[in-house]
């Protein structure tokens, strides 16, 4: 879209006023809106007596964990440590794009390739799984994930990255369903770890046996 694209090249500078309706003209604002309806149903209330806002607040905490432990040099289920290998992998790969040469697509399915070789490490092992398994995916996280990756959600993503990639490129929108998909693959954490363990499924059956 021309204005649009005359947006984007003046992104860097700010844009006026009327610079800036046009901008809130292009939004897909019924999308987004869904979009911020389901993150709030997925991460707001109770799920089997637990407080979701708190159980999600736990689980997004777990990143620090795990990097206190491997700053501390703690060889543990919960330490990057664990994960040297596919971990050196994951950075090598980040700092090793070019943008002048690599495509929004390339990029995309190369950095999804390596970091779900990382997160099948972290999450599958069966050494660590049930220990990993319960310190993040309770019955909140496990609703939180089937709300917000629901198949009417994926759908309004997809509606909004198209409807706003013109703000910030030329180019023509790249299809990324390749790298999405590997993305929502590792959100089913029963079918992604499947091969290896079935905690993850049994954390499931429990779950929805306490919502019956």
């Known amino acids: 879209k021309a204005v649009v694209s005359t947006q984007s090249a003046h992104y860097g500078r700010g844009m006026d006023r009327a610079q800036f309706d046009s901008v809130v003209e292009e939004i897909d604002w019924k999308a987004l809106k869904t979009i911020l309806h389901g993150w709030v149903k997925g991460g707001c209330g109770e799920k089997n007596g637990k407080d979701c806002v708190a159980e999600l607040s736990d689980m997004f905490s777990i990143s620090g964990r795990w990097l206190d432990n491997t700053f501390r040099g703690e060889d543990s289920c919960q330490s990057l440590i664990r994960l040297e290998e596919e971990f050196t992998v994951y950075m090598e790969t980040a700092f090793s794009f070019n943008m002048t040469t690599d495509t929004v697509k390339s990029v995309a399915n190369k950095f999804m390739d390596v970091y779900s070789d990382m997160q099948r490490k972290s999450l599958c092992d069966p050494s660590c799984a049930a220990e990993v398994m319960d310190s993040f995916y309770s019955c909140c996280v496990k609703h939180s994930l089937e709300v917000t990756l629901s198949k009417p959600m994926r759908k309004n993503y997809q509606k909004l990255f198209r409807n706003m990639w013109g703000l910030f490129s030329e180019e023509k929108v790249p299809n990324l369903n390749s790298a999405v998909n590997k993305y929502l693959a590792m959100m089913d954490l029963d079918g992604f ?20």
Do not use: W
């Open 193 to 212: 770890c499947k091969d290896q363990t079935n905690v993850y499924g049994e954390r499931n059956e429990e779950c929805e046996s306490l919502g019956a």
